[in-house]
Each structure stands twice: as structure tokens, then as C-alpha cells.
């Protein structure tokens, strides 16, 4: 069984600052993908970006960017420029390649101050 | 696109009551999740739904928990009898066919309250 484990509970960064994400996997699949999640306070979950396992290049989404790093299992995600907007909890997700479920990490509460 | 409706946003009810949950995924899309998302346990998948059939219900916690999925444009999730512990936000996600890997669109999602 896959699972995804998110080491920083919460975290808090200045706006306009850079952040980064952590979030490993374990797995034994060598095709799969990797997904983070946004969950603002209004509690709706929203797609930030994913991450194609067999695809070297860093998936990058405006602000949004990831480091993901096969071998180590290791898929963060860096908010360069951070926005008031992007407090929300933040959940790192992983797909078996054609398996309909994801699992999810466990979450980490970022939180930018003004 | 509509995105996926869930209804109602808000319950709350008396322990042993019957609560239903109901979930309309996006047109076109032929997986239904159901999670449960509470502060000691994080997000939690109860079942899945593929082509209106159940996958794997293997996150449901017990009896008293039942879902349906009675045709491709919705899906009920009912608790009977309910019990305080069951205090929860529900959430329903759907996503579209292969051939890729698609990611999961989320409803705003149930907050539920058994008191």
C-alpha cells in the first residue's frame, strides 16, 4: 500500500516570500502521478498542480512550482511570492497510474501574514 | 461546469437520528469519492464509485454507514443511526475517465454536526 506523509503540520511564511512544502511518498510503482491540493478556510478543495511520474521536468503552475525528486521519493511544493490568498491547508496526493483512488498526506496548514 | 453540488451544506441532527448526504458529480465524470474529514483523523476516503458501481468500500467505518450511487448524476451517503462521533465534514469528489490520470474535483462538502 502507498503511503504519503506531509512532516510539517503547520507553517507560516511572510507575504511575498518563498515557501516550500514537503512531502514524500512510499511506493512501488514505478508509474504513478502526484498531486497538491488546496483547502482554503472556505473548505472547498482545489487542484494546485500535479506531477507526472515518468516526466523528469518540474511541474510549474505560475507561482506554484515543485521539486520532484524520483529516487528520494520526494515531491515539494515551493509558493515563490506568497499571497494572503494561499493560507489554506495544503495536502500532497498520490495516484497509481489507471488505480481510480488517490491517497492523501495529512495536511499542512500554511499560514501567510501580512 | 457546475462543479460537484453537495447538499446540505450544514446538518445538524440528534444522535440516533438518520442522516443522508447527497452528492452530484459533474456531468461526464465516472468516479464518485466520498471522504470524511475530521481534525484527529485528516481526510479519510470512505468509498468509491466507478460507472455507478462501488470499488472499494473498505473506509467505511461500520454498518450504521451505507451509500448509494443510484445512476451517474447522483450519489447518497446515509448514516443510521448516527452518534455524536460522526460529527464530521463530508466530502464528495468525482473525476473524469482515463486515458490519463485525472485529478479529483471536490464538492464544498457537508459539515455535519450529531448532537
Known amino acids: 500500500a502507498q503511503t504519503v506523509t506531509q512532516s510539517q503540520p503547520e507553517m507560516s511564511v511572510q507575504e511575498a516570500e518563498t515557501v516550500t512544502l514537503s512531502c514524500t511518498y512510499d511506493t512501488s510503482e514505478n508509474n504513478y502521478y502526484l498531486f497538491w491540493y488546496k483547502q482554503p478556510p472556505s473548505r472547498q478543495m482545489i487542484l494546485v498542480i500535479r506531477q507526472e511520474a515518468y516526466k523528469q521536468q518540474n511541474a510549474t503552475e505560475n507561482r506554484f512550482s515543485v521539486n520532484f525528486q524520483k529516487a528520494a521519493k520526494s515531491f515539494s511544493l515551493k509558493i515563490s511570492d506568497s499571497q494572503l490568498g494561499d493560507t489554506a491547508m495544503y495536502f500532497c496526493a498520490f495516484m497509481k497510474t489507471n488505480a481510480g483512488k488517490s491517497t492523501f498526506g495529512d495536511g499542512t496548514t500554511l499560514t501567510v501574514k501580512p | 461546469d457546475a462543479g460537484v453540488i453537495q447538499s446540505p451544506r450544514h446538518e445538524v441532527t440528534e444522535m440516533g437520528q438518520e442522516v443522508t448526504l447527497r452528492c452530484k458529480p459533474i456531468s461526464g465524470h465516472d468516479y464518485l469519492f466520498w471522504y470524511r474529514q475530521t481534525m484527529m483523523r485528516g481526510l479519510e476516503l470512505l468509498i468509491y464509485f466507478n460507472n455507478n458501481v462501488p470499488i472499494d468500500d473498505s473506509g467505511m467505518p461500520e454498518d450504521r454507514f451505507s451509500a448509494k450511487m443510484p445512476n451517474a448524476s447522483f450519489s447518497t451517503l446515509k448514516i443510521q443511526p448516527s452518534e455524536p462521533r460522526d460529527s464530521a465534514v463530508y466530502f464528495c469528489?468525482?473525476?473524469?475517465?482515463?486515458?490519463?490520470?485525472?485529478?479529483?474535483?471536490f464538492g464544498d462538502g457537508t459539515r455535519l454536526s450529531i448532537l
Open positions: 469528489a468525482s473525476s473524469p475517465p482515463g486515458p490519463v490520470n485525472q485529478p479529483q474535483h
